[in-house]
């Protein structure tokens, strides 16, 4: 493949794919997590857990600059033959969860903000819109799609718009007292603080989600050595910033206390609008919603695109099961990935933003996050000469202190979602085991994949 992206385009890569929905969505479920503005703690713990874990995936994708990111590197950290192989497998396993996890928190976070415009909107109609938007997008998909660059580029200026406009906003009405009228007892050490700042921590993961996709296409990166480290850092460095100023602009003219907590307050679902509107009036806020609405849509559309690949790619090297390398017999995409994706978001979408957050962030910490660490780990004692254009700062404490944030946040999850997270990989383990022994492949190995 040509080697395209340079350190500015992989920066807009990665600030893309983290900049969607989710700032216009999550502001309430922080506030509410810890009942004020020290919810923003959770932001300082999120980025402190990313910044580390972003040196795990910088030294992996500086030194195995391939298509396919955690999917390569787990294979190759673990053996691609034996344990690397169920790696490999439990990875596509919980992408095919955690997947439409990601993309039914844009479709909620469409039919949130389509409250303002739909006055009254009841629970069975949020979920029909839900549906329809589902369906809606995976009709567009079926079929091939060859302007991608351009919808992405359009998804981009709509949203680099939308943040500037919320932000110059802010900046020019913002209230100190309003933004830190923190509450009675607001920095009180307990164990409902560290549960709840665990909660604003997976919020905040939640939001910096895609600070690593420059690695998928790491054969397409010029100097991936240099440019896969820069483009890490620099983009999670811009989207801390956008969001401090995102979330200060909110809480800067809207009192917290008008949506938190989220559940019992309506206008939590689209606390962007009812800031603009007490801005600029409801004409204004009108014109605002929709370029969120159409945010909203554009984000899940790509992430359909991409995360459908996934699977197939895998199923392809026969590390997954044979029916998702099936392509459309006529216009040559993975249509049976696409709509399994695709129906599994549309399900998902049904539930709370707070529990599709929960079980995304849970899912992929155990295979994917976890497993990467112990695959650099194992890298750097099994392949010492492996050449390493970017070695991990202060090694290995950064994979330590990465390590022991993903378990921080797993352990205050809520006890449904860590069953979840934990049932889900025992039966991917299941799947595997028979998968394996149907193929005679390892751990019951008698012949070997060419």
């Known amino acids: 493949m040509l080697r395209r992206f340079g350190l500015l385009h992989a920066t807009a890569l990665n600030m893309t794919n ?8 999550t502001i309430p479920l922080l506030m509410s997590a810890l009942g004020g503005p020290q919810a923003m703690l959770g932001w300082v713990v999120a980025l402190v857990i990313v910044v580390c874990d972003g040196m795990v995936w910088s030294e992996l994708g500086a030194a195995l600059p391939g298509s396919g990111g955690s999917f390569g590197y787990l294979r190759r950290g673990y053996g691609a033959d034996k344990v690397g192989r169920l790696m490999g497998f439990l990875f596509v396993w919980q992408f095919v969860l955690s ?5 039914a928190s844009g479709y909620i976070g469409f039919s949130q903000y389509l409250g303002y415009l739909w006055k009254g909107i009841t629970q069975r109609q949020t979920m029909l819109v839900v549906t ?14 060859t302007s991608i660059a351009t919808i992405t580029v359009t998804l981009w200026m709509g949203t680099l718009v939308t943040v500037i406009v919320v932000v110059v906003t802010g900046a020019r009405h913002f209230d100190p007292r309003v933004a830190f009228d923190f509450p009675p007892g607001a920095f009180t050490f307990s164990l409902g603080f560290l549960l709840g700042l665990g909660a604003a921590s997976r919020i905040g993961v939640y939001d910096y989600l895609g600070y690593y996709d420059v690695c998928y296409i790491g054969d397409e990166v010029q100097n991936p050595g240099r440019v896969i480290p820069r483009s890490i850092l620099l983009s999670t460095a811009l989207v801390a910033a956008i969001y401090l100023a995102i979330n200060l602009s909110i809480i800067g003219v809207v009192p917290w206390r008008d949506f938190v907590p989220a559940a019992s307050h ?5 606390v962007v609008s009812v800031f603009m509107e007490r801005t600029y009036g409801p004409g204004v806020a009108t014109l605002f919603t929709a370029m969120i609405l159409w945010t909203a ?16 790619a895998a199923a392809k090297d026969g590390y997954f099961f044979k029916v998702f390398a099936r392509l459309h017999p006529s216009q040559g995409f993975p249509n049976v990935s696409l709509v399994v994706l695709g129906v599994l978001s549309i399900v998902a979408g049904f539930v709370s933003l707070g529990m599709v957050i929960d079980a995304l962030i849970t899912t992929r910490i155990l295979v994917q996050f976890i497993g990467q660490i112990g695959a650099v780990t194992l890298l750097r004692r099994r392949a010492p000469d492996l050449p390493r254009p970017y070695r991990m700062w202060l ?56």
């Open 297 to 312: 849509f554009g984000s899940v559309f790509a992430l359909l695109l991409g995360y459908s690949r996934v699977p197939y």
């Open 99 to 103: 997947g439409p996890l990601e993309i």
């Open 132 to 145: 329809m938007i589902g369906l809606a997008n995976l009709a567009l998909l079926y079929r091939r799609i």
């Open 266 to 270: 309506a206008q939590s679902g689209f």
């Open 18 to 25: 983290m900049i969607g929905i989710g700032p216009f969505i």
């Open 395 to 450: 090694y290995p404490v950064p994979s330590l202190v990465a390590l022991l944030g993903w378990i921080f946040i797993f352990a205050t999850t809520p006890p449904a979602v860590i069953a979840f997270g934990l049932g889900a990989l025992l039966l991917g383990v299941v799947c595997f085991v028979a998968w394996s022994w149907t193929g005679r492949t390892w751990p019951f190995a008698a012949r070997q994949l060419v």
